[in-house]
């Protein structure tokens, strides 16, 4: 059953496909596929009806968002980079863990379009018999290759024979959205809050942290930012040659399925990516990254870190008393672990840097608008190349 191999999702965010039709009086769909196959996993699905009757659509898939391997009873996806593996329930029927996979796509249905929008394509190997008729387990030796390979696919060509053009189309996560991820003692939320307050002045914004990690024993751990004077306070500060700040984000969605959710931000000039996952009682990882087109940039991930005056914080193995008589911003380099509470570690993999006090915008404290030394917080600052949407990992072990 599905509920063996993943939880159901808590939120998720429906997918809206955007379509664009263009002529193809000159193209088949060979030779569209050879011009859009580029150098990675892709393919052509001919559609033939009753021998020698051809159908209304052929598809061609190209950039999938993730490919998932099946061998030997295990299953792997690797996406943006990374490879993870997929839960698999008792007998090794994979096919149930790629449907768990798929429920957290669920599609908006488009009338006018084909019924194949994307999802998985891919192929079954003769071996996986194995796995729907128990007999012939002992029977069948391990084959060389992998049993089964599916991608999945988010963007597709349809070629219209009727109408003699090409459908392009690809999906979009419904904006604007927030989704909470709860198991094992964590909740995780995420927001892809990007719309200004106030009609006019789209830079003074509400809110700059994009996510909050909550811990049932220790409480808010990460997160819970609320700054409307200081853009490199928000969770990816992009910045050209150092000071153009690309804030507030144009462009937002987040997606949760089972114990993962995804955030994705668009800046115009950029995209940055945030992927959280609960792996376990003890432990909550994120993955970040972001992709620019700037000549010169100063990128990094900033994780907001709820400590106040009198908390002493352990860097790398060193007590850190955060004192209020603390004039200006501390920097203080971590190259492997933070320890912000009794039993609480942050390690941001490569290093980062801790910074403290950071005094959030207080629009009644005239005309500083800052807060007072009491509500100061901390930053937890990672940089990125704007070069990978899978860059940095930081874990949250408890």
Not at 55 to 81: K, N, T, W
Not at 90 to 102: T, V
Request: include cysteine; charge should be positive.
């Amino acid at each position: 059953m599905l509920a063996d191999v993943a939880p159901l999702p808590t939120q998720t965010a429906p997918l809206r496909p955007v379509v664009r039709e263009l002529p193809a009086d000159l193209d088949t769909p060979a030779t569209a596929y050879l011009k859009l196959r580029g150098r990675g996993p892709s393919f052509l699905l001919e559609s033939v009806e009753g021998g020698e009757r051809v159908a209304r659509y052929s598809f061609i898939g190209v950039q999938p968002r993730a490919r998932y391997v099946a061998r030997a009873g295990a299953l792997a996806c690797d996406e943006a980079g990374r490879t993870r593996a997929v839960p698999v329930p008792p007998g090794g029927d994979f096919l149930q863990a790629l449907q768990a996979e798929l429920a957290g796509y669920p599609p908006v249905e488009r009338t006018g379009l084909p019924r194949f929008l994307g999802g998985l394509v891919g192929y079954l190997g003769y071996e996986t018999v194995r796995f729907f008729e128990p007999t012939l387990q002992a029977r069948l030796a391990a084959a060389p290759l992998p049993d089964a390979i599916f991608l999945l696919a988010d963007t597709l060509v349809a070629f219209d024979h009727a109408r003699s053009s090409l459908l392009l189309i690809t999906h979009a996560f419904d904006g604007d959205a927030a989704a909470v991820i709860r198991r094992d003692g964590w909740a995780v939320v995420l927001s892809a809050y990007y719309h200004s307050n106030r009609p006019g002045n789209p830079f003074i914004l509400d809110r700059t942290e994009n996510i909050s990690v909550f811990h049932d024993r220790l409480g808010l751990v990460i997160g819970g930012g609320n700054d409307k004077n200081r853009v490199e306070a928000a969770t990816f500060d992009l910045a050209e040659s150092g000071y153009v700040h690309y804030f507030p984000p144009i462009g937002g969605s987040v997606r949760a399925a089972g114990r993962q959710g995804l955030l994705n931000l668009d800046y115009g000039a950029a995209r940055a990516r945030l992927r959280a996952a609960i792996r376990s009682q003890r432990l909550v990882e994120l993955t970040a990254g972001a992709i620019t087109n700037f000549a010169g940039q100063t990128d990094r991930l900033n994780l907001q870190i709820p400590v106040g005056p009198g908390t002493t914080v352990r860097i790398d193995g060193r007590d850190v008393r955060l004192r209020e008589s603390m004039t200006g911003q501390r920097v203080w380099p971590v190259r492997k672990s933070l320890e912000t509470a009794a039993g609480l570690r942050i390690e941001p993999v490569g290093g980062g840097e801790f910074i403290w006090p950071h005094r959030p915008w207080n629009s009644y404290n005239i005309p500083e608008h800052t807060s007072p030394i009491s509500a100061a917080v901390g930053f937890l600052r990672v940089a990125l190349t704007g070069k990978d949407l899978a860059e940095r990992v930081v874990r949250i072990r408890a």
